[in-house]
C-alpha cells in the first residue's frame, strides 16, 4: 500500500512567491493547502494544479486565523510542510502613513507567523518530521527611510526563525526550519508599492521560481538562512562591517531618492 502524499500548507498562495511555492511543491508529490485573502484566484490556482484545497483567509482577522489554525492541528498526522509566504508592503513614513496599516503588517507578520508555527511545530515535532519555511526579506538585515515597519516585522521572522532552529536543535528534534531572505522579486508584490521596475537595474531581481528552488534546495541542505541570489549574499556579509553611521548616511540618501518617500 502507497503512503499517502503529504501535505504542504502555503499561505499567501494567490500569486507571486506564494503561488510559485504552490505550483512546486505540487510538481514534487505534495498535496497543497492554498491559503490567501483572494478566492477568485486561489480556486484559479486550484484548478491549474488539477485540484487543490483552498483556505479563503485573512490572517489579520482573528476567526480566519483560527480556522487556519484549526485546518493545521486537524492536519497533524500528515502536514510536512508549512510555508509562511502571507505579506504585503506599506509605502511611506511611518508618522505619515495611517497607524492601521502598520498594526495590520505587525498582526500578519508577526502574530500569524507565531501562531500558525506554533500550530505546525506542535504536530511535527511530536513525529519527528515535517519542516517550516517562513518567507522573511533581504530588508530584514537592515533598515530604510519609507519601510520602517516592513524591515522591522521582517527582522523579527527571521530572528524568530533562527531561534526556532536552536529550540529544535536543543531538542534534538529533525524538524527543520528556515528564513527565506529575497531580495527583488518579480510579482505584483511590487506593482501593489507602486514601484518602477525600472528604476531598479534587471540584474537585481529574482523570479519566483528561482526563489523557492533557492529555498527548497537550501532546506534539503538544513540551512536555516537562504538568500536567494549572489549579489544579496555578499550585499548582506558586507552590511555586517559597515559602521552604522555609514549605514545611516547610505540609507538617508537613499530615502531621499525613494519615490513615495
Known amino acids: 500500500m502507497s503512503n499517502p502524499q503529504p501535505l504542504a500548507m502555503v ?15 505540487s510538481r514534487d508529490g505534495y498535496r497543497p493547502i492554498l491559503v490567501a485573502r483572494r ?14 484545497e483552498t483556505l479563503v483567509a485573512d490572517l489579520t482577522v482573528e ?24 505579506g504585503f508592503v506599506l509605502a511611506g513614513r511611518f508618522y505619515e502613513t495611517p497607524v492601521e496599516g502598520h498594526t495590520r503588517m505587525h498582526s500578519l507578520h508577526v502574530c500569524a507567523t507565531m501562531r500558525l508555527s506554533h500550530a505546525a511545530l506542535r504536530g511535527m515535532t511530536a513525529r519527528g518530521k515535517g519542516a517550516l519555511i517562513n518567507v522573511s526579506s533581504v530588508a530584514s538585515f537592515s533598515q530604510s527611510p519609507g519601510s520602517v515597519s516592513y524591515c522591522a516585522t521582517k527582522a523579527w521572522m527571521t530572528s524568530f526563525t533562527e531561534g526556532l532552529h536552536l529550540d529544535l536543535l536543543s531538542a534534538g528534534s529533525p524538524v527543520r526550519v528556515q528564513a527565506l531572505c529575497p531580495g527583488f522579486t518579480y510579482s505584483e508584490f511590487h506593482d501593489v508599492m507602486g514601484m ?66
Open 11 to 25: 499561505t499567501g498562495a494567490s500569486s507571486g512567491i506564494g503561488a510559485a511555492f504552490a505550483r512546486r511543491l
Open 39 to 52: 478566492a477568485g484566484l486561489l480556486e484559479d490556482l486550484a484548478r491549474e494544479l488539477g485540484g487543490a
Open 196 to 261: 518602477d521596475r525600472g528604476s531598479i537595474p534587471k540584474w537585481l531581481w529574482c523570479t519566483a521560481e528561482e526563489v523557492v528552488a533557492a529555498s527548497l534546495k537550501g532546506l534539503a541542505k538544513g540551512k536555516v538562512v537562504v538568500i536567494p541570489g549572489l549579489f544579496y549574499r555578499a550585499l548582506v556579509r558586507a552590511m555586517r562591517w559597515v559602521p552604522r553611521f555609514a549605514f545611516y548616511r547610505m540609507a538617508v540618501v537613499y530615502g531621499r531618492h525613494r519615490k513615495g518617500v
Open 63 to 86: 476567526e480566519d486565523l483560527r480556522c487556519v489554525e484549526a485546518r493545521i492541528a486537524a492536519a497533524a498526522a500528515d502536514l510536512d510542510l508549512l510555508v509562511n509566504n502571507a
